[in-house]
């Protein structure tokens, strides 16, 4: 099983971006998917969620922001960035949820894409 996300860059704070998040190996239809992110010094957090049956659950500081989407034909999930901020400034990964009311068992982190947001 392999992930990927990919679509990262640097954005001026406001802006949006969309990342993508490709896999093989797995059918991603059958399974929550989730966002997740790390910024330099701190933990990994999970941003938002979607369930096999497409209930999409986001953390508070993305709520209104950020959306989660999935094309099952495609194999792939997306996140929707909005409004971007500099403190969305992270690596971006995508996983399996743990979080948000979600209790699933990681796949192989993969790597991840850069966002940066300028002020």
């Known amino acids: 099983v392999q992930l990927q996300a990919f679509g990262g860059g640097t954005v001026q704070a406001g802006g949006s971006l969309r990342l993508s998040c490709a896999a093989s190996?797995?059918?991603?239809?059958?399974?929550?998917m989730g966002w997740y992110r790390q910024a330099p010094g701190k933990e990994r957090e999970l941003v938002a969620a979607?369930?096999?049956?497409?209930?999409?659950k986001y953390a508070d500081f993305v709520k209104g922001r950020f959306t989660i989407s999935r094309d099952d034909a495609k194999n792939t999930v997306y996140l929707q960035m909005d409004s971007l901020r500099p403190d969305d400034t992270a690596v971006y990964y995508c996983?399996?949820?743990?979080?948000?009311?979600?209790?699933?068992?990681?796949?192989?982190w993969g790597h991840g894409t850069l966002v940066t947001v300028s002020s």
């Open positions: 190996g797995i059918s991603l239809s059958v399974n929550y």
């Open positions: 996983n399996r949820p743990q979080g948000l009311g979600l209790s699933s068992v990681f796949l192989s």
């Open positions: 979607m369930t096999t049956a497409g209930t999409t």
